[in-house]
């Protein structure tokens, strides 16, 4: 499938001219995996194949719920984290999907990742993945103190976990999302410096082979250009191949707002509004409305400023 004109001229205007840097373009891929992955998530569910299904939820189950098929998504994982019958860990991811997509939702709750979750986890893989998620409820929740005292001692943990290591798909996860995290907590502290620091060092760990480490390199994309714009920095240089692929509904809306930002940036208002309202409408497919609101006060301000610059120009 070709590569339409607003990736290729945002993608040079992300890079340096004279970056001597060789870096893929991104691939646009018409996937539409998930309802074959669900499918075959209900048969090894039949089946009692815990083990085979624990593997594709680790490794398909954050695109779920990102997808037009997150409401299938939703009910097949709240049925396994509800029922004793599944293995523990098995459980614990799919609460931890569920209570994601109900973070992006709005519809999050102070309890999806209580000391008693993180008590659940730990000894797990999962653990320093719960510990980090209930660091960002509270951020996202107003409680910044109880983030603070979480992201201490998650550093040292984290630490422990080096780069060149060999991790299963599972742990790699959880610590590539952790730091994560910790940059996203950064970023609220305006330390966009050492923000950016953790989402290279996420960077590090996620696996862009891997369904759901794709979908979180893409919101490390995000949260990385917005570092770069806070501290000068005009340019992204992508350390893996992009690919935009239709079922990564809100990972893919976040690029988007990126793209709409850098249209903005080079002057083009029409394609940065268009890439503000395609935003808007991936965003409202997966019910994250807040993220919608958001994308369309973005297009709404591209609006205005065309409008100023039509009057300058009318002036002159």
Known sequence: MAIPESQT?????????????SVSKPILSDSGNVSKELKLANEYDRAA????????????????????NKGKSLEILSRIRS???????????????VSISNLFSGISSANDFSPDKCIMAKGTSLEHLYLAERMENLRKSGNLKGSIEIVNSLKKNLSEFKKSGSYDNSISYSVGTGFFLIGNLLRHGGQYQEASQYIDSAFDFYNPSISSHRVELHHCLYAKSVCNAMIGQATIEYPYEIVFENDYLFANALIDVI????????????????????A?????KVGASNYAMRANSIGKLMALWGDLERQDFDTI
């Open 49 to 68: 194949d815990f083990l085979r299904l624990e593997k594709l939820l680790i490794d398909k189950g954050r695109v779920w719920i990102e997808s037009a």
């Open 280 to 284: 808007e409408t991936k965003f409202k």
């Open 259 to 278: 793209d709409a930002h850098a249209w903005w940036n080079t002057g083009n208002i029409v394609n940065g509004a268009k890439s503000a309202q395609d």
């Open 9 to 21: 001229r945002v993608i040079a205007w992300r890079f340096a001219a004279d970056s001597n840097n």
């Open 83 to 97: 029922e004793d019958k599944y293995p523990k860990t098995l459980r614990l991811w799919s609460h931890y999907f």
